[in-house]
């Protein structure tokens, strides 16, 4: 027979008023009394579909989405930045969870700011940390509520990680170039490192070296991860009459069409002369001069798989840390050509 929620009160020696506040995750209770509650609510068989049912307007708690900004060369206002929040918003409906977003800054106040968050009276927090390190990481190492770590992995801490796969996504790109093109691609690397993008550096070299290619013989041009910047950069390469690879894998969509915009330019055909395969998926690529070859990326699911995850550990479902990584496709368009005879490695 489960247990009552007035039974819980008596054997907990608490109020009912906050065995109540703890079961629905409302403000009002410490996060070790909820954890202590939750726990012992599910030793002892409460029914927690009780919870849920009665009235959907009942709100459970409250998520914030924080983005973090270090030095703004990676853009977060981008399609891929909103799709990642309107899949943690639908996350957040399904389980009935109000969700906030805010924006932190690495900077003199950052430890203020981080503060800031754990007085905030929230659930959890989903913390987007593509332009973090280890080190900036730390100032969250004793975080009081939840945390979720969104875009990004870090060895050897005990945190629940969603991000996508990134070696897989670059390894199937230069894959499907060496495939169609017959030739070694070049790398339009990020001139700005994240540990994103290093991750599809080694998913890029092991295409390279699957089908026997030597690393050391790929062109390596490193241009800013943004679509003018990169256009700038590339126009700087071309101009100097640096050698041009006849197929490119790049970093990033952005870095794709702005490389794409410096060869048409100079005189180069896309795909004829150059073939260019990108990575996430933007909008934009597909209305492109040439429409880009690019790495999907399910932006939208991956914010629903972060907010569900992170119920699940308020909720007290989750009793282990959980990398969660998610598989990318190729989306096929026309910047890439289709070569009958193999070229010389």
Not at 142 to 158: H, M, N, R
Not at 316 to 342: C, H, N, W, Y
């Amino acid at each position: 027979m489960s247990i009552s929620a007035k039974e819980l009160s008596k054997l907990l020696n608490l109020s009912e008023a906050a065995i109540s506040m703890a079961l629905n995750n409302k403000t009002g209770v410490s996060t070790a009394t909820r954890k202590l509650v939750i726990e012992t609510a599910r030793k002892h068989g409460y029914d927690f579909t009780k919870l849920r049912g009665k009235n959907t307007g009942d709100i459970y708690g409250s998520i914030c989405f924080v983005i973090y900004k270090k030095s703004g060369a990676v853009v977060t206002d981008t399609p891929f930045f909103s799709s990642l929040a309107e899949g943690i918003s639908n996350g957040c409906k399904y389980r009935h969870y109000t969700l906030s977003i805010s924006y932190i800054y690495d900077d003199d106040n950052l430890d203020e700011q981080v503060n800031l968050l754990k007085t905030s009276g929230y659930s959890g927090i989903i913390l987007l940390a593509t332009e973090m390190n280890m080190q900036s990481l730390s100032h969250f190492s004793e975080f009081p509520l939840p945390l979720l770590i969104l875009d990004a992995y870090f060895d050897y801490l005990q945190y629940n990680f969603v991000l996508i796969n990134n070696k897989q996504g670059a390894f199937l790109a230069a894959d499907y170039l060496i495939k169609k093109v017959r030739s070694q691609p070049g790398y339009l690397k990020s001139s700005y490192s994240i540990s994103n993008f290093e991750e599809r550096a080694d998913g890029f070299y092991k295409a390279i070296r699957k089908h026997g290619m030597s690393t050391s013989r790929s062109i390596v041009h490193r241009l800013a991860p943004s679509q003018d910047g990169a256009y700038e950069d590339m126009k700087v390469i071309i101009n100097t009459g640096e050698e041009l690879a006849s197929c490119y894998f790049a970093d990033h969509d952005l870095i794709a069409l702005g490389a794409m915009k410096a060869f048409t330019e100079a005189g180069y055909k896309i795909p004829d002369d150059i073939s260019i395969v990108g990575f996430d998926n933007l909008p934009v690529c597909k209305h492109a001069s040439t429409p880009l070859t690019t790495i999907d990326v399910p932006k939208q699911y991956m914010g629903e798989t972060a907010a569900k995850r992170l119920i699940q550990i308020i909720e007290g479902e989750a009793s282990f840390p959980l990398k969660i990584e998610l598989i990318t496709s190729i989306k096929v368009r026309k910047s890439v050509r289709f070569q009958d005879k193999l070229h010389s490695f």
